[in-house]
């Protein structure tokens, strides 16, 4: 990737300008454009072994090792033969070469995947159908429907009217709704004619290649004239063209000079606290490996002053060595001999247990979706252990929390309240997937998706209760949703706001069904009769107003007013007639809200011809001012919605994803913080926030955040700090911890529970510098956090001030685009797959479908994987600690000479036979309490989010530990064998059998601490365990054998050393006694600290022993019911603006659908209404009640996308 | 996992125990239950060993005999003090005196004090391959040997290296002063190393109808040496060159810079050592070649009888004593804490 990224660098330089001719290849040859082949592969067969190692050695510990190897070769400092590093070097960078290659093997595959796609190409007058990689700029392609596009095109022609085309982003930005590209009106004019396509000679200046996926700059010059060229006409490849015959383009950028793969940039390598704590202990282990070789050395140095210069006689030095210079000798030899401290194998081992458990989450059923046929993926191998240690949980609420599924879920006529079901006893029932839900087969267009289980509300429809009709006839008129007919009776919905489209279905299925519309009228069936309404104005949509009002004229002429909007905006307009049905729909209201319902409120009027008459004289004046045009409107508009006639209130649920409460809760018992971060605006994040549990009735307080002004922001923080601690006199922050640049903010005690909501704007201020530390003190003393209407740039931010100030470990999780930046910049992105685009999951570490596995993935698989891998590092350093250390007092003994106490074999092997399988098998298979209890016992994670398991505490206890045990198993051994024989007089003191001798112990010492240390005995670790025990003889006696001397003598000196010292029961004597002094301490420690303060772990494991069997499941939880007075009221995820559009008819590409002409000419569909579907872009606008009219901001027109043609 | 299953649950992870991390398990953990029973049952197990394994060694008689300096041989000691009087022999006498008798076998050894021969460099200058009689290594020893590989002239020196060059080449003529007088106590001096080693480990070269000599012609002997390698025991033809058995023993270096080695054994066919070594007075002659001023060493003779359990370590009988009582202890103290602590397991209480 990194000679790709600097081709392109190159490449920039050099090229300030793209020029290019349409069909000519000979032209555009020397600029040397890149082709459309694409290589994401690293290496080729040549290139991969230079390549590759060159790369593995570019690790630190890779180098270390091959350092060592060089010191090894030096003959007078090589303490060690070399197979003992070059045995798991070797190995080590072969299992890493393998897997590199098969990597680069699937990318080999993919990149020749997508090179070989065809695409048909304009060459010699001729369509031909050619490979992607032979397309070259200025060629000419035609595409067509559902084709994926296959270099950055202009667009030249299109089969659609106004030479449009349609194309899906989702690969390139995650946005699924479709987008149109128009092309020019003299290349479209050029359509399909081929022999006019091959004439056409245009040439292009554009920009060079570069990542700006939503900008382009260019001229066409053709025939004589110069054309701009801007986005609109471009077609990037990775999208996809949709809805569109076919399409002909002009290939401007080909392969890895797209804007696609300019765009794959490297991802940020993410690394885990412990690795970062590993890198400092490696750090400090060199250092204490440095001090034990220089205490060895000037041991050495004096004993060659004192002892060596007289055994001189016996072993002369070489020449010149003297003392000095035998000490710096030394020293580098135990730098060989204890290197053990730092194996190699601590490496491998960590990436194989990390690679282990992201297969356990991948293998999970328990986190796969099965209705998207989803499993959870662990996209990144190296995180694993932090997933057991996460603080803070950034989440999205669109797609994540919620399933952004509005469905019509009660309603409020006439003081009638329809959607419960009732039993015959008139208890209310829950209502589930099998209550039986009402039959809409009397109307034929109704959607089958839709649910209603209340029959008495079709009862009254079909009863024709004025009210109801009315009711429904207003959802089916007042709105701005565009309807789409591509077969009789397939009505699909084009809705800005998925609260709309759910209020038009339900009017559909009620028999309201809104069929179609044209700039002036909207044509509805009601109950099975077509009937076109006059539409004669739209007071549209805004923030201020939130309310929207049509006025139309009935076929029969009568002229009525339908408003929709937040309760209390149409409350203060209603008719004095109304207020007793006005107290009934409040009550109605409330329990809407209560159940965390979206609501609005609906009223008509009729009106009468002569004023409305006069009223549209007025307003025609009013829109054609120049100034003050706004609020001259907004006076009109209230002036005519006044007086309104109540009809009634809807409720739309906005569903939330299954178990959002639940799993909430569980995580906030396991300690962990969450924070919603979501584009929505205030009320709906609000109510959202109620209805998953994160803001609870029972809070002391929720604060609001959303001043105006950087004073009002900081005093509302500080109000709220104060409230949450009354007395706190330390309003100010200490200077030392604003000025210093990362310092960890402590956590604060706060009596009571609060939660915080903030507004996009005033976190615009409390992220700035000066504020910041004031926002996140604030926000961490409350126990929830909500931040609406946040930008995707302002998600990232909050994720990093926590991230930078709290030292905690971050969790992101999010579903859109807007997301991709906070799952980057936390320590873990989770992206939930399956609905939206893929580039959240794209960009994420791990990726499920449902918001509830995240319980799974954390409570489970990460506080299991913490835990092991905790558990692997503690042994892992206390086993090659142990091992090592042995030398270390063998020194003392052997002149400090660099003697090993071991045979050199069981050096190379002891870190990766003998002892590797048993702690890998605990690594992968420990589990303290299995995961039902995990999930019944939250607070089991929280040591891991206070690193208890492994921390430097943890580590230099180890390492006393090991210093220990490194003593009884050096000493005891030297202690019974110094002057001691076999049974038959002969030796069993000689260096061999104490070589022998000690690593048995050893070997025996460090089994028995692992099977301590291991809580959780299946039969693959019992055989573990116990098969490297029986390798290890079985080993040890082959090395030692006959054969194997006389195969090679030099390599095999320890030859019948098993055989005769094995066979005493001295030795075994000694073994045993090591082991018991080894194990001793550990187990008494162990066992007191278990009777005195145990663990949380330990009381878990109690309980679960006590229980004997799994736990009762948890108490099924009734759906919580707030019976508060709080009222979500006004929620309605609207833009502004759309009401225009319908009007102005730039929308309207085609005629209204008309009834009479019959059916043949079948309308093109854009998109299907799916209400999964959600613009990613998409921001709703909502402001505070006391936000100012001027402040009210303009909200981007995604989803309908205006087409301004010049020829219109 | 490569395979494809059709349907709608085409990606649905399979169901197994281990990748559901279902695996059936036994879960042990430290409760008073089993630990306390446990530290009981290992400290009357500690103490049983210990007590049986300090009566065995108990049973066992030692005597160790520091010659460096002893009786006459301080003479030699001076002697072998000059370098250039190393060719020189010189004999010395020591006396002792046995209390009781040693019943049984008694072994003999010689002990060196203060002799590294677990020195890094010393332990690897050897060449195995020449010892297991590998041709090409008597004509060329591997480096390791050096600077103890070729002689002066450039001869390869047969055993090379410096633990062969070192060898102890002191010898001993043990007597019994009986009241009938001096009576030479016959030592076996074969069948004193691993049979491993004699058998496998060390090999002279094949011989093809050649003696010994004619076999190591065109070798010399180790610096120090004062007889070649094929003449070590001019009694026994079979127990020269590199098989013989005070080379073989020489050349299993000791783990620690204090250590003995067997010489020999007692030979007990005849009266009065049938029943092993009688109380008395004896003297021990010795060839004193050796020097071991050089690195401040010391000399010693070991007697010895042995058991099962070898030879006269008192360690571990006291080490296993000393370990049950702390056992002991610990359970005893562990016994306090869970009764009033962990008994009712209110710290379990959440």
């Known amino acids: 990737m990194s000679f790709f990224g600097m081709d392109c660098v190159k490449k920039k330089e050099q090229e300030l300008e793209r020029k290019l001719r349409a069909n000519d290849r000979e032209y555009n040859l020397p600029f040397k454009y890149a082709t459309n082949a694409i290589k994401t592969s690293k290496y080729n067969p040549f290139t991969f072994l230079p390549l590759n190692l060159f790369e593995q050695f570019q690790r630190i510990a890779n180098a270390y090792f091959l350092f060592l190897l060089v010191l090894q070769v030096i003959p007078q400092i090589s303490s060690l033969s070399w197979f003992t590093t070059v ?6 960078l072969t299992v890493t070469a393998a897997k590199d290659a098969t990597d680069d093997i699937n990318r080999h595959r993919s990149d020749n995947q997508v090179n070989n796609r065809k695409v048909k190409v304009l060459i010699d007058r001729k369509l031909r159908s050619e490979k992607w990689l032979d397309v070259q700029v200025g060629d000419i392609i035609k595409l067509e429907n559902n084709q994926f596009v296959t270099a ?104 890895p000079e797209t804007k696609l793969m300019q765009n794959c940039g490297k991802s940020t390598f993410k690394r885990t606290r412990i690795d970062r704590l590993m890198n400092v202990l490696v750090l400090c282990i060199f250092g204490f490996l440095a001090f034990m070789c220089t205490i060895l050395a000037i041991g050495n140095c004096f004993w060659e002053l004192n002892e060596g210069s007289q055994f001189t006689v016996f072993l002369p030095r070489q020449d010149g060595n003297d003392a000095g210079f035998s000490a710096f000798l030394t020293f580098w030899s135990y730098v060989i001999i204890l290197n053990t401290v ?71 006529i006439n003081g009638k309240s329809y959607g419960d079901v009732y039993d015959c006893t008139g208890q209310r029932l829950e209502i589930t997937e099998h209550t039986e839900r009402v039959d809409f087969s009397f109307n034929k267009l109704a959607d089958p998706r839709f649910r209603f289980h209340d029959h008495s509300l079709v009862e009254a429809v079909k009863l024709e209760n004025p009210e109801v009709h009315t009711f429904f006839r207003l959802l089916a008129l007042c709105h701005t949703v565009m309807a789409e007919e591509k077969k009789e009776g397939e009505l699909s919905y084009q ?30 069936v009601e109950m099975g009769q077509q009937r076109s309404y006059e539409l004669l104005a739209i007071l549209d949509f805004n923030n201020v107003r939130k309310r929207m009002s049509v006025i139309v004229r009935s076929p029969e002429g009568k002229l009525s007013l339908y408003c929709k909007g937040a309760d209390t905006i149409i409350y203060e307009r209603l008719h004095q007639s109304c207020s007793k049905l006005m107290d009934v729909t409040t009550e109605q209201l409330n329990e809407f809200a209560g159940e965390g319902l979206r609501t609005l409120v609906l009223a008509y009027k009729d009106l009468d011809e002569g004023y409305f008459n006069e009223w549209k004289q007025r307003h025609h004046e009013a829109s054609t001012l120049l100034d003050d045009r706004e609020s001259k409107l907004d006076e009109l508009y209230e002036e005519i919605e006044k007086d309104l006639l109540l009809l009634g209130a809807s409720a739309i649920e906005d569903k939330l994803q299954d178990g959002v409460p639940q799993t909430i809760e569980q995580l906030s018992k396991a300690d962990i913080k969450i924070w919603v971060l979501t584009g929505d605006k205030q009320e709906t994040a609000e109510n959202i926030g109620y209805s998953c549990n994160l803001l609870q009735e029972e809070m002391n307080d929720v604060f609001i955040i959303s001043a105006n002004s950087p004073e009002d922001v900081r005093q509302e923080l500080r109000d709220a700090r104060t409230s949450m601690k009354p007395g706190e006199d330390s309003v100010f922050l200490p200077e030392s911890i604003l000025g210093k640049g990362v310092k960890v903010m402590a956590d604060e005690a706060v009596n009571g529970e609060y939660g915080l909501v903030i507004n996009g704007h005033s976190l615009a201020y409390a992220l700035e510098r000066s504020m910041e530390l004031e926002f996140l003190r604030t926000a961490c003393m409350c126990k929830a956090v909500i931040c609406c209407r946040v930008t995707p740039l302002q998600k990232a931010q909050v994720v990093e001030l926590v991230k930078k100030y709290k030292g905690a470990v971050t969790l992101a999780i999010g579903d859109g685009a ?175 059998s104490f070589a022998l001798l000690t690593q048995t112990c050893l070997l025996f010492a460090v089994t028995i601490q692992l099977g301590l240390e291991m809580s959780y005995w299946t039969a693959v670790n019992t055989f573990f365990v116990l098969g490297s025990l029986v390798m290890y003889f079985a080993v040890t006696f082959t090395m030692y054998s006959n054969s194997m001397f006389l195969m090679s003598p030099s390599a095999f000196p320890f030859i019948g050393t098993a055989r005769n010292s094995l066979n005493q029961p001295n030795i075994w004597l000694t073994i045993l006694l090591t082991s018991i002094l080894c194990v001793l301490p550990v187990v008494t420690y162990r066992f007191l600290f278990i009777q005195l303060c145990p663990t949380i ?112 | 996992m490569g395979k494809v299953k059709p349907g709608p649950l085409a990606r649905r992870p399979d169901n197994s125990a281990f990748q559901q991390q279902r695996l059936p398990a036994w879960s042990p953990m430290l409760t008073a239950n089993t630990v306390l029973p446990f530290f009981y049952f290992m400290a009357l197990i500690c103490m049983l060993l210990g007590v049986w394994l300090l009566l065995t060694v108990q049973s066992t008689e030692e005597l160790k005999l520091d010659y460096t300096e002893a009786g006459t041989c301080n003479l030699c000691f001076e002697k072998r003090k000059n370098v250039s009087n190393a060719a020189q022999p010189c004999i010395c006498t ?82 019994y002063m009986s009241s009938s007088g001096s009576v030479h106590v016959p030592l076996l001096r074969k069948g004193i190393s691993w049979y491993t080693d004699k058998n496998i480990k060390y090999r002279n070269p094949s011989t093809e109808n050649m003696t010994l000599p004619q076999v190591f012609e065109g070798t010399a002997p180790p610096l120090y040496w004062q007889k070649p390698v094929y003449d070590l025991d001019p009694l026994d033809k079979n127990n020269n060159g590199f098989i013989n058995d005070d080379l073989i023993v020489w050349m299993r270096e000791a783990a620690f810079p204090s250590f003995k080695k067997l010489y020999g054994v007692l030979h007990r066919a005849n009266k009065p050592f049938i029943n092993g070594l009688p109380a008395g007075n004896y003297s021990v002659e010795i060839s004193y070649n050796f020097p071991v001023q050089y690195f401040r060493g010391r000399k010693e003779v070991v007697l010895t009888t042995l058991t099962w359990f070898g030879g006269q370590n008192h360690f571990l009988p006291i080490a296993y004593l000393v370990t049950s009582c702390l056992i002991l202890l610990i359970a005893i103290l562990l016994t306090v804490f869970w009764f009033k602590f962990g008994k009712n397991g209110q710290n379990m209480e959440e």
């Open chain 1, 87 to 92: 045995v798991p070097l070797v190995l080590v």
């Open chain 1, 342 to 412: 730092v194996p190699i194998s601590l490496y491998v081992s960590v990436e194989i247990i990390r690679l282990g458990n992201s297969f356990y989450i991948d293998w999970d059923r328990k986190m796969y979706y099965s209705r998207s046929d989803t499993p959870a993926e662990a996209r990144t191998t190296t995180l694993n252990e932090e997933l057991g240690q996460i603080k803070y949980i950034f989440s999205d609420k669109t797609g994540t929390l919620t399933q952004n599924i509005m469905t019509f879920n009660k309603c409020s």
């Open chain 1, 495 to 524: 809705a800005q706001s998925p609260d709309e489209g759910a209020l038009v279905t339900a009017a559909r299925n009620f028999g309201f069904v809104f069929r179609s519309r044209t700039p002036d009228s909207v044509s509805i």
């Open chain 1, 818 to 992: 807007n997301d991709v930046s906070m799952i980057k910049a936390a320590h873990i992105g989770v992206g939930i797959s399956g609905q939206e685009g893929m580039q959240a999951v794209l960009s994420s570490d791990y990726s499920f479908a449902q918001f509830r596995f995240l319980q799974r993935l954390l409570l489970v698989h990460g506080r299991w994987s913490y835990l092991r891998m905790c558990k692997f590092l503690r042994y892992f350093f206390y086993k090659n600690f142990t091992f090592t250390f042995v030398h270390f007092w063998f020194a003392f003994f052997c002149g400090f000479s660099a003697q090993t106490v071991y045979d050199q074999w069981f050096i190379t092997l002891y870190n990766l036979v003998y002892t590797a399988l048993p702690v890998l098998g605990m690594s992968l298979f420990d589990q303290d309490v299995n995961d039902v209890w995990s999930f019944q016992q939250p607070q089991l994670y929280v040591p891991g989010q206070l690193n208890l398991y492994f921390s430097k505490k943890a580590f230099f206890k180890c390492a006393l530990h090991s210093c220990y045990s490194s003593m009884v198993l050096f000493f005891i051994p030297y202690a019974a064998m110094h002057d001691t024989v076999r049974g038959d007089g002969k030796d069993v003191a000689d260096y061999q």
């Open chain 2, 94 to 175: 020591a006396v002792f005196n046995i209390k009781k008798a040693f019943k049984g076998d008694v072994f003999f050894y010689y002990g060196l004090i203060n002799f590294h021969q677990n020195l890094r460099r010393y332990m690897d200058s050897r060449d195995d391959a020449q010892m297991v009689g590998r041709k090409n290594n008597l004509k060329s020893p591997s480096s390791y040997c050096m600077p103890f590989d070729k002689d002066k002239n450039g001869v390869p020196i047969a055993p090379c290296g410096a633990v062969a060059n070192s060898i102890f080449n002191d010898s001993f003529t043990l007597s």
């Open chain 1, 152 to 255: 950055d095109l202009m667009l030249l022609s299109s089969s659609e009217p106004l030479n449009l085309v349609y194309i899906e982003t989702a690969e390139l930005d995650g946005e699924t709704n479709l987008k149109v590209r128009q092309a020019l009106t003299v290349t479209g004019d050029l359509g399909e004619d081929i022999e006019k396509l091959a004439d056409f000679d245009g040439e292009v200046r554009c920009e060079p290649p570069n990542n700006r996926l939503d900008r382009f700059t260019g001229t066409l010059t053709y025939a004589g004239q110069k054309y701009s060229l801007d986005n609109e006409k471009i077609l990037l490849r990775g999208t996809t063209l949709r809805n569109t015959g076919w399409c002909f383009g002009l290939v401007l950028f080909g392969g």
């Open chain 1, 1097 to 1208: 772990n330990d009381k878990m494991m109690f309980k679960v022993r006590q229980a004997k069997a799994s736990p009762a499941p948890p108490p099924r939880r009734t759906r919580i019911r707030r019976t508060s007075s709080r009222r979500s009221g006004y929620a309605f995820s609207h833009a502004q603006g759309y009401g225009d559009l319908v009007t102005s008819g730039r929308f309207l590409r085609r005629p209204a659908f008309s009834r009479s002409s019959g059916l043949i000419n079948a309308g093109r569909t854009t998109t299907g209404f799916s209400p999964m579907g959600r613009s990613a872009g998409y921001s709703p606008t909502g402001r505070p009640q006391n936000a100012k009219v001027s402040d009210v901001e303009v909200t981007s027109l995604q989803m309908y996308r205006t087409i301004t043609d010049p020829s219109l």
